[in-house]
C-alpha cells in the first residue's frame, strides 16, 4: 500500500468518526424555528418542526433566557448540519479514491 493510500485510508476513518460524533450531538438539538405570535400585543414564543407532513408547535413560553437558549442551540445545529454535509462530500470523495 503506497503512502498516499495510507493517508487516505486515514482520513476516511477521520471523516467517518467525526460524522458519528455530529449525528449524535444533532440527537439532542432541537430542530426547526422558533416563531413568534403576538396575543393582545404580549409576544409568545413557539418552536416548530416538521413530524412527517404536520407541522407541530411547541410552547417555550415568554422567558428571554429560555428563548436565546433555544435560539443558540438551533443555530449550533444548522452549524453541524452545513458541516455534516461537507464531511459527507469529503467521504464521497476518499470512497473515490480508495475505489469502493
Do not use: M
Given at each position: 500500500m503506497s503512502l498516499l493510500s495510507q493517508i487516505i485510508m486515514e482520513e476516511k476513518s477521520r471523516i467517518e468518526k467525526m460524522i458519528a460524533d455530529y449525528e449524535k450531538a444533532?440527537?439532542?438539538l432541537?430542530?426547526?424555528?422558533?416563531?413568534?405570535?403576538?396575543?393582545?400585543s404580549n409576544p409568545y414564543?413557539?418552536?416548530?418542526?416538521?413530524?412527517g407532513k404536520k407541522t407541530?408547535?411547541?410552547?417555550?413560553?415568554r422567558d428571554c433566557e429560555k428563548v436565546s437558549e433555544i435560539k443558540s442551540q438551533i443555530?449550533?445545529?444548522k452549524h453541524i448540519e452545513v458541516m455534516l454535509k461537507a464531511l459527507r462530500e469529503e467521504?464521497?470523495?476518499t470512497q473515490k479514491f480508495i475505489g469502493e
Open positions: 444533532l440527537i439532542s432541537p430542530k426547526g424555528a422558533l416563531v413568534c405570535k403576538t396575543v393582545k414564543y413557539y418552536l416548530q418542526y416538521r413530524k407541530v408547535s411547541v410552547y417555550i413560553g443555530e449550533h445545529r467521504h464521497a470523495l
